[in-house]
């Protein structure tokens, strides 16, 4: 941002008032709103939208993420910032934020608004499960949920998802009723199958598709399964595949080879695709037919619109799964715990439940045509 187009004059005039009108304000927050000046001045203009998360503000105004979080919140409460709905302040998700003009800071009534990135589908869950607590680990817990513009969902506040299944599982099942026991939903590489259905149906799928392409990737690379799962991931969303795979050693004649030029092939097509346009910035549209569009200020690659399109399809199956076990909790007595990326936790009083939540998995993921696998496990 051009320094000489940023309105000085305003920002003075705005600060001042705010030091006046609120005299107990937290050292923090008064940092934090020198901090959002100077980024308006480099970035975007004067009160003009932010988008950054919590650990990049941190690093912008020198501060921890704990001492950020809790200073935006301040602000937030006393509406002297606005951020985006549907997000939560104290998050590591991506978030924007906005500082309020002096008018709207005196009226109440903002000018205008944020652009809501958030799914529909993802806004309504986290209405749901608002002031829902989870026993678990023996102690009742209130989750901060979060959606990123994906439409995925996470837990803030919480180390759920830190923590390895096994030990998930253990601690979820300490806060079951007796009469109840878990079940684990769980789409089987699911991100390699929205990939693998968005090749197809742009007719660019590599002939001979594994059954496991990360036990492929992993036997090709010497390494396990668990790193060939995150250099898979690496090879499908960086900018430029084959480069990619050369600085793996991959060479010519291989599967993964093939299926590298197809998805350097297809990121360049869903590129030209979700250009920005007067109505639009950079975008995709998800097999579900769901938007997800760039946040003003992201800088974006190729390989960040195939992320959106497999991370966003997956969401899509996901959030319709959820919101029909929520549905369907007083008819079939099952309570719904938490979902963590691709699996969802649901807690279950009779066996044939699991037959039942397979089939309101599969059903949500044939609705956007595409064959899913899911493994279904019952643990006490």
């Known amino acids: 941002m051009n320094q000489r187009r940023y309105d000085h004059h305003a920002a003075d005039k705005l600060e001042d008032a705010v030091l006046k009108r609120y005299p107990s304000l937290s050292h923090s927050a008064r940092h934090v709103i020198l901090g959002l000046r100077r980024m308006e001045r480099k970035h975007s203009g004067f009160c003009k939208p932010l988008a950054r998360n919590v650990s990049q503000f941190g690093r912008e105004f020198g501060l921890s993420e704990n001492t950020v979080s809790k200073a935006l919140n301040e602000l937030g409460e006393l509406k002297l910032i606005e951020h985006e709905p549907g997000q939560a302040v104290l998050n590591g998700a991506a978030t924007q934020i906005r500082r309020c003009t002096l008018k709207e800071i005196e009226t109440g009534v903002p000018e205008k608004h944020l652009r809501n990135h958030t799914p529909v589908t993802a806004t309504e869950i986290i209405q749901r499960l608002k002031g829902r607590s989870i026993n678990y680990d023996g102690k009742d817990i209130l989750p901060t949920y979060n959606p990123a513009k994906t439409g995925r969902i996470y837990m803030a506040q919480c180390r759920i998802q830190q923590e390895s299944s096994e030990e998930r599982t253990r601690k979820a099942t300490m806060g079951l009723a007796k009469n109840e026991h878990l079940v684990e939903l769980d789409i089987k590489q699911a991100e390699p199958t929205v990939i693998r259905e968005v090749l197809r149906r742009e007719k660019l799928e590599p002939k001979n598709w594994p059954d496991d392409v990360y036990q492929l990737l992993a036997s090709l690379r010497g390494v396990t399964r668990q790193d060939a799962k995150t250099d898979f991931l690496r090879l499908c969303y960086c ?142």
């Open 239 to 380: 900018p430029n595949t084959l480069a990619t795979l050369h600085a793996m050693h991959l060479t010519p004649g291989t599967f993964i080879y093939e299926l590298g030029q197809n998805l350097d092939k297809l990121k360049s097509r869903l590129w030209v695709r979700g250009k920005p346009s007067m109505k639009k910035r950079r975008h995709v549209y998800t097999l579900g037919r769901t938007l997800v569009e760039a946040l003003k200020g992201d800088r974006t690659h190729k390989g960040d619109i195939l992320s959106w399109l497999a991370q966003g399809t997956v969401a899509d199956i996901i959030n319709a799964t959820i919101l029909k076990i929520l549905d369907d909790e007083s008819t079939h007595g099952w309570r719904f715990l938490f979902q963590i990326y691709d699996s969802v936790y649901v807690a279950c009083t009779e066996q044939g439940q699991s037959h039942i939540l397979q089939d309101i998995l599969e059903q949500a993921a044939d609705k956007i045509g595409i064959k899913i696998r899911i493994e279904c496990a019952n643990k006490r």
